[in-house]
């Protein structure tokens, strides 16, 4: 069962106007959290991330929300840019031990000009 | 090179050949990964090194073979593999094995088609 969902396979968003990524994960161990972004023929890179002391986290135009109660978060890109068309990966660990990432399926980001 | 790099990026085999896949990374870290992407599938850890032993093995079956002969390469020995194995497989360095505190940095991968 996976443990951390991205329900939306892709999403397109004119650009200059918010993309808003949406990830859930089921496991109440889960308490650090990663964004991912991949180009074409390119390995993921990271993007940000949130521990579960915090309900927010921003870097530039970047930010990530967690909602611990409801076990969701979400990456914000205000303004999104024709450049920051990728797949978005979602992905959680724990601080206890070396628990390994466990990633979501993405979700395709298109922005248009 | 900088980073991590990967070879081939592309690989056709049949289910009888033998084949590998290296990794190798420029960047002094101490664990490396492999992880497959199978279509409309998340990204799936199958093993871990750090300091060149092996440290997590995701009940990945026998006929990938990894082996570390260093921190800095990285090889995925295949043999007799079925169709369903065809995926994208990534490699990934960190400084040390702990997601919590030290990023992974990706390959681009090999793309595996096994007919």
């Known amino acids: 069962d996976q443990q951390v969902k991205q329900n939306s396979p892709s999403l397109s968003v004119q650009e200059g106007r918010i993309s808003i990524l949406n990830c859930d994960y089921t496991?109440?161990?889960?308490?650090?959290f990663l964004w991912y972004k991949k180009y074409p023929a390119e390995g993921p890179t990271f993007l940000i991330s949130?521990?579960?002391?915090?309900d927010k986290n921003e870097d530039g135009r970047f930010t990530v929300f967690l909602n611990k109660s409801a076990k969701h978060l979400s990456l914000h890109i205000v303004p999104s840019q024709p450049g920051d068309s990728a797949v978005y990966f979602c992905?959680?660990?724990?601080?206890?031990?070396?628990?390994?990432?466990?990633f979501g399926k993405g979700t395709r980001l298109s922005v248009i000009a | 090179e900088t980073g991590v790099t990967q070879t081939p990026r592309h690989l056709v085999m049949g289910m009888t050949n033998k084949k590998s896949l290296k990794c190798e990374q420029h960047?002094?870290?101490?664990?490396m990964y492999w992880y497959k992407q199978s279509a409309k599938k998340p990204l799936e850890l199958m093993f871990v090194?750090?300091?060149?032993?092996?440290?997590e093995n995701n009940s990945v079956p026998s006929r990938f073979s990894p082996e570390c002969p260093n921190s800095s390469h990285l090889f995925l020995h295949l043999h007799t593999l079925q169709p369903e194995d065809s995926a994208l497989y990534l490699c990934?360095?960190?400084?040390?094995?702990?997601?919590?505190?030290?990023?992974?940095?990706f390959g681009p991968g090999t793309r595996l088609t096994v007919t």
């Open positions: 990934a360095s960190s400084q040390d094995y702990s997601p919590v505190y030290y990023e992974q940095y």
């Open positions: 496991n109440s161990m889960f308490d650090y």
């Open positions: 949130i521990s579960s002391i915090k």
């Open positions: 992905a959680a660990s724990s601080h206890s031990g070396n628990t390994p990432l466990v």
């Open positions: 960047l002094g870290h101490n664990a």
């Open positions: 090194y750090n300091f060149k032993e092996q440290t």
